[in-house]
């Protein structure tokens, strides 16, 4: 035995360098997963970004002209068009969805009985694809026929044409949108409100708070980060929502619900111009993008608990 | 003494088909610490949520100035109330922390910046107004709490378990602070805990509650030196009394308690118990001393805990484990064989089956 005081003291090479993979395990496990996302994601924005600023035949072959596609589209008055019927889609889309996974979070939130069942059950339309969802509405909505307009007749009221008319296409669209987004956003806020102490809300009950105070001072106040991933959601999915306005009025009546992602298909996929197309796709994803930001610093950075030292 | 305060009458709790409180009777005088002490599930903290209005009232009632609340809103009900995980609002500043009761109230703005102004002036909480409750200690949240409470100028404060989350030393000092502020204003409190040194230390009165019952109440030094259960025994005071069961029998003509394994305990002249009756012993370990060799009874030291203000040792006599106190440095160790010495005057007695506290002549 010649173990020293001086042997226990230091580490062996090998000791140190098992210290050093520990430091550095964290980092090298996310490394694949962030090589997949950077790559899929990357190469796709690049070479949409590269395809916009370029002209491409028939042959793939590419010619660069700088913002010409740009400048096209932006003064083509079909663009503009679909820009504007966008954004009153997705404004409302955001609108209604988002009051409706408040309302849906919240039943969840406080049903006691088949707690289990029901949280699943809420979750069946986001596992629905967009497209099944559409020809579902469809039906749902068809002029002769349809449920809405049986129940509308059984009652002696007039049933319009849903998909024919330009407005309430536009409406079932939306509604359409949001019937598949909101399970999801509804899963956001459900988790965000189980992490709010129950003990707030007794204190809140002897404060005297009532039931509309506690959810506007308390409740909103406290799931507000998860309030900004649930818009940043809803959003997201309505700007590039597509497959369920393709199925269901394939942008008509009369262009009505040509939202810029129908536009975009038309133009790269049926018209084959694909430096204008990729221009509609950097114009959602630019959309996309700042309103993501502008949810993370208001909803998730500017939460007022995470504030240090004043 | 002024009247009652509040009163519980023949009051009774059930979830579903199980009931928790089982018919509490209790009343409560003006400006009066009272804490509730047991065991957890022993339904203290629910009586406690009854009174704050947040739990429902199954049968019997609560009155509090004279007033039955059962069916009064928790806010009409003129009492405030300290969480154990002091329930602050997280994403609202000390001062709107403590604003807003009186918001809701609609307290106007002067009456609540005074308000707000005094009771931060009492809880030194007036540099720490502007922070979150993430920025503060343990010890400043449990403060903000209190403060909390105290804006609402309630006729009564109810306290749920408020010094568990808190570090020993914090707890100590918070402690001291409570009663403290107790005797400036002279609210009257209802103080739940599980710890029987808060009981002891806090209380003007002390109830123990065990199984949805009050096994005794009264003034905390009372409790301790004469209880009138052997649970109130064993749970007031640490370490634990000694409780040991034996048989009534005679030594000549001293009564002596047969705890087996040839043991004979020394029983108090004055026992109306007859031989042959099955009894509980109770001693506290303050109350047994080391002896010269073989003028006790025989044990050997099993573990010792030098405190520095005490020493407490723990002996195995026979089948039976003693627990003593000394205020003393004994110079015994582990394995030595020593001679207990009971003080037969402070011995509380209890029946075997009932626990009842056996009276002695």
């Given at each position: 035995m010649?173990?020293?005081?001086?042997?226990?003291?230091?580490?062996?090479?090998?000791?140190?360098?098992?210290?050093?993979?520990?430091?550095?395990?964290?980092?090298?496990?996310?490394?694949?997963?962030?090589?997949?996302?950077?790559?899929?994601?990357?190469?796709?924005?690049?070479?949409?970004?590269?395809?916009?600023?370029?002209?491409?035949?028939?042959?793939?072959?590419?010619?660069?002209?700088?913002?010409?596609?740009?400048?096209?589209?932006?003064?083509?008055?079909?663009?503009?068009?679909?820009l504007?019927?966008?954004?009153?889609?997705?404004?409302?889309?955001?609108a209604?969805?988002i009051?409706?996974?408040?309302?849906?979070?919240l039943?969840?939130?406080?049903?006691?009985?088949?707690?289990?069942?029901?949280?699943?059950?809420?979750?069946?339309?986001?596992?629905v694809?967009?497209?099944?969802?559409?020809?579902?509405?469809?039906?749902?909505?068809?002029?002769?026929?349809?449920?809405?307009?049986?129940i509308?007749e059984?009652?002696?009221?007039p049933?319009?044409?849903?998909?024919?008319?330009?407005i309430?296409?536009?409406?079932?669209?939306?509604?359409?949108?949001?019937?598949f987004?909101?399970?999801?956003?509804?899963?956001?806020?459900?988790?965000?409100?189980q992490?709010?102490?129950?003990?707030?809300?007794?204190?809140a009950?002897?404060?005297?708070?009532?039931g509309?105070?506690?959810?506007?001072?308390?409740?909103?106040?406290?799931?507000?980060?998860?309030?900004?991933?649930?818009?940043?959601?809803?959003?997201?999915?309505?700007f590039?929502?597509?497959?369920?306005?393709?199925?269901l009025?394939?942008?008509?009546?009369?262009?009505?619900?040509?939202?810029?992602?129908?536009?975009?298909?038309?133009?790269?996929?049926l018209?084959?111009?694909?430096?204008?197309?990729?221009?509609?796709?950097?114009?959602l994803?630019t959309?996309?993008?700042?309103?993501?930001?502008?949810?993370?610093?208001?909803?998730?950075?500017?939460?007022r608990?995470?504030?240090?030292?004043? | 003494?002024?009247?009652?305060?509040?009163?519980?009458?023949?009051l009774?709790?059930?979830?579903?088909?199980?009931?928790?409180?089982?018919?509490?009777?209790?009343?409560?005088q003006q400006?009066?610490?009272?804490?509730?002490v047991?065991?957890?599930?022993?339904?203290?903290?629910?009586?406690?949520?009854?009174i704050?209005?947040?739990?429902?009232?199954?049968?019997?009632?609560?009155?509090?100035?004279?007033?039955?609340?059962?069916?009064?809103?928790?806010?009409?009900?003129?009492?405030?109330?300290?969480?154990?995980?002091?329930?602050?609002?997280?994403h609202?500043?000390?001062?709107?922390?403590?604003?807003?009761?009186?918001?809701?109230?609609?307290?106007?703005?002067?009456?609540?910046?005074a308000?707000?102004?005094?009771a931060?002036?009492?809880?030194?909480?007036?540099?720490?107004?502007?922070?979150?409750?993430?920025?503060?200690?343990?010890?400043?949240?449990?403060?903000?709490?209190?403060?909390r409470?105290?804006?609402?100028?309630?006729?009564?404060?109810?306290?749920?378990?408020?010094?568990?989350?808190?570090?020993?030393?914090?707890?100590?000092?918070?402690r001291?602070?409570?009663?403290?502020?107790?005797?400036?204003?002279?609210?009257?409190?209802?103080?739940?805990?599980?710890?029987?040194?808060?009981?002891?230390?806090?209380?003007?009165?002390?109830v123990?509650?065990?199984?949805?019952?009050?096994?005794?109440?009264?003034?905390?030094?009372?409790l301790?030196?004469?209880?009138?259960?052997?649970?109130?025994a064993?749970?007031?005071?640490?370490?634990?009394?000694n409780?040991?069961?034996?048989?009534?029998?005679?030594?000549?003509?001293?009564?002596?308690?047969d705890?087996?394994?040839?043991?004979?305990?020394?029983?108090?002249?004055?026992?109306?118990?007859?031989?042959?009756?099955?009894?509980?012993?109770?001693?506290?370990?303050?109350?047994?001393?080391?002896?010269?060799?073989?003028?006790?009874?025989?044990?050997?030291?099993?573990?010792v805990?030098?405190?520095?203000?005490?020493?407490?040792?723990?002996?195995?006599?026979?089948q039976h484990?003693?627990r003593?106190?000394?205020?003393?440095?004994?110079?015994?160790?582990?394995?030595?064989?020593?001679s207990?010495?009971?003080?037969?005057?402070?011995?509380?007695?209890f029946?075997?089956?009932?626990g009842a506290?056996?009276?002695?002549?």
């Amino acid at each position: 035995m010649s173990t020293t005081r001086h042997d226990l003291d230091v580490l062996t090479a090998g000791e140190r360098a098992s210290e050093f993979v520990k430091l550095l395990a964290p980092y090298i496990l996310v490394i694949p997963g962030l090589a997949f996302v950077l790559g899929v994601l990357g190469y796709a924005v690049v070479g949409g970004v590269g395809l916009s600023l370029n002209e491409t035949d028939m042959f793939l072959n590419q010619t660069f002209v700088g913002l010409k596609n740009y400048v096209s589209i932006f003064e083509d008055p079909r663009f503009q068009s679909s820009l504007w019927k966008t954004i009153v889609f997705v404004v409302s889309s955001i609108a209604l969805g988002i009051v409706m996974s408040m309302v849906f979070a919240l039943t969840l939130y406080h049903v006691g009985f088949g707690r289990r069942f029901f949280r699943g059950l809420s979750l069946v339309p986001y596992f629905v694809s967009g497209i099944a969802a559409a020809v579902m509405f469809r039906f749902i909505f068809t002029t002769s026929g349809g449920f809405v307009n049986y129940i509308l007749e059984s009652f002696g009221l007039p049933a319009p044409s849903w998909l024919g008319d330009p407005i309430l296409a536009f409406i079932v669209a939306v509604l359409a949108n949001c019937w598949f987004m909101v399970p999801f956003a509804t899963l956001i806020l459900l988790g965000g409100l189980q992490t709010i102490d129950r003990d707030i809300y007794e204190a809140a009950k002897l404060d005297g708070a009532t039931g509309l105070k506690t959810f506007f001072r308390i409740t909103l106040p406290l799931i507000k980060p998860m309030m900004g991933v649930s818009l940043i959601w809803v959003s997201y999915i309505s700007f590039s929502t597509f497959d369920i306005i393709l199925a269901l009025t394939a942008g008509g009546p009369l262009r009505a619900t040509e939202l810029i992602s129908v536009y975009m298909y038309e133009i790269a996929f049926l018209q084959l111009d694909f430096g204008q197309g990729s221009v509609l796709m950097v114009v959602l994803l630019t959309f996309n993008t700042v309103l993501s930001l502008v949810y993370l610093k208001f909803f998730v950075l500017n939460d007022r608990r995470y504030k240090t030292a004043t | 003494m002024s009247a009652s305060f509040v009163e519980f009458h023949d009051l009774r709790k059930s979830f579903g088909a199980v009931e928790v409180l089982h018919g509490i009777e209790l009343a409560v005088q003006q400006h009066a610490f009272v804490v509730l002490v047991g065991p957890s599930g022993c339904g203290k903290s629910t009586l406690l949520r009854m009174i704050a209005g947040l739990e429902s009232i199954t049968s019997g009632f609560i009155s509090i100035g004279g007033r039955v609340v059962n069916r009064i809103p928790a806010k009409d009900r003129g009492i405030a109330m300290v969480f154990q995980s002091y329930a602050l609002y997280p994403h609202m500043t000390v001062r709107e922390n403590l604003a807003f009761s009186l918001e809701m109230a609609k307290i106007k703005k002067d009456v609540m910046k005074a308000r707000i102004e005094r009771a931060a002036g009492i809880l030194h909480l007036e540099p720490l107004l502007e922070r979150f409750p993430a920025q503060l200690s343990g010890g400043q949240r449990q403060r903000v709490a209190m403060g909390r409470a105290l804006v609402r100028e309630p006729e009564l404060f109810l306290f749920d378990e408020p010094l568990s989350n808190l570090d020993a030393k914090l707890r100590v000092e918070m402690r001291v602070e409570i009663k403290a502020l107790h005797q400036r204003l002279e609210s009257t409190t209802i103080y739940v805990t599980h710890d029987q040194v808060e009981a002891m230390t806090m209380a003007d009165l002390v109830v123990v509650m065990n199984d949805g019952r009050i096994e005794q109440s009264g003034p905390p030094l009372d409790l301790y030196d004469n209880p009138a259960t052997m649970f109130v025994a064993g749970f007031l005071g640490s370490p634990a009394m000694n409780l040991i069961k034996g048989t009534v029998a005679t030594d000549g003509s001293a009564p002596v308690l047969d705890v087996g394994d040839g043991l004979q305990l020394p029983l108090p002249a004055g026992i109306r118990e007859k031989p042959g009756a099955e009894i509980v012993y109770g001693l506290r370990p303050e109350h047994v001393s080391i002896g010269p060799p073989g003028s006790g009874l025989p044990a050997t030291i099993t573990l010792v805990e030098a405190a520095g203000w005490e020493t407490h040792l723990y002996a195995d006599m026979g089948q039976h484990v003693a627990r003593i106190v000394s205020a003393e440095r004994l110079n015994v160790a582990h394995g030595d064989h020593v001679s207990l010495v009971p003080d037969v005057s402070c011995a509380h007695l209890f029946d075997a089956t009932t626990g009842a506290r056996l009276s002695i002549d």
